[in-house]
């Protein structure tokens, strides 16, 4: 039977201070085993009592933990009863934000062999903090609290008690799941043009072959294990029709609040300009709060013109708007300034086409951070309201580099301002071209 449910940040805020200055002693832990209702063996006992005592958790800690013995922790740590209060000795500090990607792997799936597999990439790979949090992200994202609960508080009681849980995928063949993602990651990696994507699809690639053989192999010892004891070597699964109709329900539920909230937003930063396609696009890339590279490909110079708008926006006490806080791939970042760099659009135009067409970081932030700190400068010198002379302004940039090209003593240095020149020379001719053409459109 349920008698505790995942802490939510307002249960938290109840919690006083001087409480969780108190260490979680050896009776306090057992106390708070009996009041989650929560079995463990003598060792695992004495192990988690000895890391959570002064209520954090080190990295160097959570490395000594086997993926079962993870997956035992979480149930014991940040957890409320089921009248809403926060459950003090369960409150537990992870000191790295990284370690949160180790501790989402047992939610993501109700294929524990695949929940496994992902815990060892992760473990084997060491990815960054950036890095698990995105691959987290990309397998289906952290688990929505709220959802989760609704969920969670609708089992029957056999069935809680059997150990079902909300999980990200629920019902599916993990398999095919990763077999999808690969043929979709290789279609995209064929046709895109884009270098610096086609990086980051060959690094997807990468470890969706490594789950795919961390998958497989544990897969194999999992059957081979269990034909020890039975023919059929397919457990009867507790996830069964029931329980995967009443995921979908509230998975529909949380997604019809989700499409409301986010015409909410729309309305409040006084978006009308997106189509109906636009707007379920938009709201499926911006959901997990990261706008990939690869999110970005998929998209024209319109449609990221338009998704900038849902992007860092602040009020008008220049106070960040809530849910468009949003991380962004390093060149989906350099293009939303391309889109939003002046009132001209045919120079954004020119911009976006010309900094698509580099294939390194390094390239485009030699080429575009000149072009945008001269239009800052411009735009300090006179006020905000001030409209540019894009001409004038690439103009004034070519000129200063050419002073510099008069003051350079070596050879090599004059070299490269001449190239400089030349680079934003043809430049300028790109846009002219551009403006040209939309004029007569």
């Keep these: 039977m349920q008698v505790s449910r995942v802490g939510n940040k307002e249960e938290l805020n109840q919690v006083k201070i001087d409480d969780i200055k108190k260490p979680i002693t050896e009776t306090k832990f057992d106390d708070l085993l009996n009041q989650l209702d929560v079995e463990l063996l003598d060792e695992e006992k004495e192990l988690f009592q000895s890391i959570i005592v002064d209520r954090r958790v080190s990295k160097d800690?959570?490395?000594?933990?086997?993926?079962?013995?993870?997956?035992?922790?979480?149930?014991?740590?940040?957890?409320?009863?089921?009248?809403?209060?926060?459950?003090?000795?369960?409150?537990?500090?992870?000191?790295?934000?990284?370690?949160?990607?180790?501790?989402?792997?047992?939610?993501?799936?109700?294929?524990?062999?695949?929940?496994?597999?992902?815990?060892?990439?992760?473990?084997?790979?060491?990815?960054?903090?950036?890095?698990?949090?995105?691959l987290i992200r990309e397998l289906g994202d952290f688990v929505d609290n709220e959802e989760k609960r609704d969920f969670e508080n609708r089992l029957s009681n056999s069935q809680y008690d059997s150990g079902v849980r909300y999980k990200v995928h629920m019902g599916k063949d993990m398999q095919e799941?990763?077999?999808?993602?690969?043929?979709?990651?290789?279609?995209?990696?064929?046709?895109?043009?884009?270098?610096?994507?086609?990086?980051?699809?060959?690094?997807?690639?990468?470890?969706?072959?490594?789950?795919?053989?961390?998958?497989?192999?544990?897969?194999?010892?999992?059957?081979?294990?269990?034909?020890?004891?039975?023919?059929?070597?397919?457990?009867?699964?507790?996830?069964?029709?029931?329980?995967?109709?009443?995921?979908?329900?509230?998975?529909?539920?949380?997604?019809?609040?989700?499409?409301?909230?986010?015409?909410?937003?729309?309305?409040?930063?006084?978006?009308?300009?997106?189509t109906d396609e636009e707007k379920e696009k938009f709201r499926l890339i911006l959901e997990d709060k990261e706008f990939s590279n690869i999110e970005m490909d998929s998209l024209s110079y319109e449609q990221m013109k338009k998704i900038s708008q849902l992007i860092s926006q602040k009020d008008s006490n220049d106070i960040p708007i809530e849910n468009t806080s949003v991380t962004l791939g390093s060149r989906t970042s350099a293009l939303l300034k391309t889109v939003t760099a002046s009132d001209d659009d045919s120079f954004n135009k020119a911009l976006f086409e010309k900094v698509k067409s580099f294939s390194t970081m390094e390239e485009i932030n030699d080429f575009l951070l000149p072009i945008l700190n001269h239009i800052s400068e411009q735009l300090k010198r006179f006020d905000e309201i001030f409209k540019l002379n894009m001409n004038e302004l690439l103009d004034d940039l070519i000129n200063g580099f050419k002073e510099w090209y008069d003051k350079a003593e070596n050879k090599e240095t004059k070299e490269h301002y001449t190239s400089v020149i030349e680079k934003y020379s043809d430049f300028k001719e790109f846009y002219e071209k551009i403006k040209k053409t939309d004029e007569n459109s």
């Excluded at 490395?63 to 740590?77: A, C, D, H, R």
């Excluded at 949160?100 to 792997?105: D, F, V």
């Excluded at 034909?227 to 109709?245: A, F, G, L, W």
Aim: avoid cysteine.
């Design 61 to 134: 800690e959570l490395n000594t933990l086997s993926y079962e013995e993870v997956k035992k922790l979480k149930e014991i740590v940040y957890r409320s009863d089921l009248n809403g209060s926060f459950i003090t000795d369960s409150l537990v500090v992870f000191e790295g934000l990284e370690m949160a990607a180790y501790l989402e792997t047992p939610n993501l799936s109700d294929d524990d062999n695949f929940n496994k597999a992902i815990f060892e990439v992760l473990r084997d790979l060491n990815l960054s903090q950036e890095e698990g949090l995105s």
């Design 177 to 274: 799941f990763i077999s999808n993602r690969l043929e979709e990651l290789n279609r995209g990696f064929d046709t895109t043009n884009d270098e610096i994507v086609k990086e980051d699809y060959l690094y997807l690639i990468n470890i969706y072959n490594k789950i795919d053989s961390k998958y497989n192999s544990l897969k194999q010892k999992d059957e081979s294990s269990l034909e020890q004891y039975t023919r059929d070597t397919k457990p009867n699964p507790i996830y069964n029709q029931e329980v995967i109709t009443l995921y979908n329900d509230v998975v529909k539920e949380h997604e019809e609040k989700d499409k409301k909230e986010f015409e909410e937003l729309l309305l409040k930063l006084e978006i009308n300009n997106l």
